[in-house]
Antibody, heavy 121, light 108 residues
Framework: QVQLQQSGPGLVKPSQTLSLTCAISGDIVSSNTAAWNWIRQSPSRGLEWLGR?????????DYAPSVKSRIAVTPDTSKNQFSLQLNSVTPEDTAVYYCARANIGNWFDPWGQGTLVTVSS | ETVMTQSPATLSVSPGERATLSCRASQSVNNYLAWYQQKPGQAPRLLIYGASTRATGIPARFSGSGSGTEFTLTISSLQSEDFAVYYCQQYINWPPPTFGQGTSLEIK
């Protein structure tokens, strides 16, 4: 059974970098069939996919156009986890952030428990 | 970007009755559609993928149908634990994959 455990701060100051980590159990980040995603949810934007990383003989990265200039999703094979970095945050980036796996198909299952990140000084 | 529109925004149904939720895509997504259930304070949970295939462990009272741009999630006999928010998501036209805004299923 695959489980995802998120960690990271719940409060970030404007203009700084939001950093979250998702630890994987029951699968490996370098799986040839899975992709590792970050999704956020806010009342104003609903569920919004942010980006993903996956391994198919080499590492690939895809990002949503809305955040492409300031996002990075990076794998860590030594710790079997992946991370989200979102730079230059504003209060509009306040949301619950989820990590999620997409396996074979591009639906999301399972999800991490979610982290409420508030952008405020 | 493919826009997903769900209706109604809120649906009030009595326990034991049938609930029918709709999802419309702004362009064809074939059958590349998933449904999720979200309860307060929890992450979304996958119910259906491929428009009609139940995920592991999902009860048979949940069923999905449709293709192209029109989709339906039906819950045949509502149980107390089914009252939640439901989201559809397309995964053919991306990046980005896109979600509907949700239907809140409430107890009547």
């Amino acid at each position: 059974q695959v489980q995802l455990q998120q960690s990271g701060p719940g409060l970030v100051k404007p203009s700084q970098t939001l950093s979250l980590t998702c630890a994987i159990s029951g699968d490996i980040v370098s799986s040839n069939t899975a992709a590792w995603n970050w999704i956020r949810q806010s009342p104003s934007r609903g569920l919004e996919w942010l980006g993903r990383t996956y391994y198919r003989s080499k590492w690939y990265y895809d990002y949503a156009p809305s955040v492409k200039s300031r996002i990075a999703v990076t794998p860590d094979t030594s710790k079997n986890q992946f991370s989200l970095q979102l730079n230059s945050v504003t209060p509009e980036d306040t949301a619950v952030y989820y990590c999620a796996r997409a396996n074979i198909g591009n639906w999301f299952d399972p999800w991490g428990q979610g982290t409420l990140v508030t952008v405020s000084s | 970007e493919t826009v997903m529109t769900q209706s109604p925004a809120t649906l009030s149904v009595s326990p034991g009755e049938r609930a029918t939720l709709s999802c419309r895509a702004s362009q064809s997504v074939n059958n590349y559609l998933a449904w999720y259930q979200q309860k307060p304070g929890q992450a979304p949970r996958l119910l259906i993928y491929g428009a009609s295939t139940r995920a592991t462990g999902i009860p048979a009272r949940f069923s999905g149908s449709g293709s192209g741009t029109e989709f339906t999630l039906t819950i045949s006999s509502l149980q107390s634990e089914d009252f939640a928010v439901y989201y559809c998501q397309q995964y053919i036209n991306w990046p980005p994959p896109t979600f509907g805004q949700g239907t809140s299923l409430e107890i009547k």
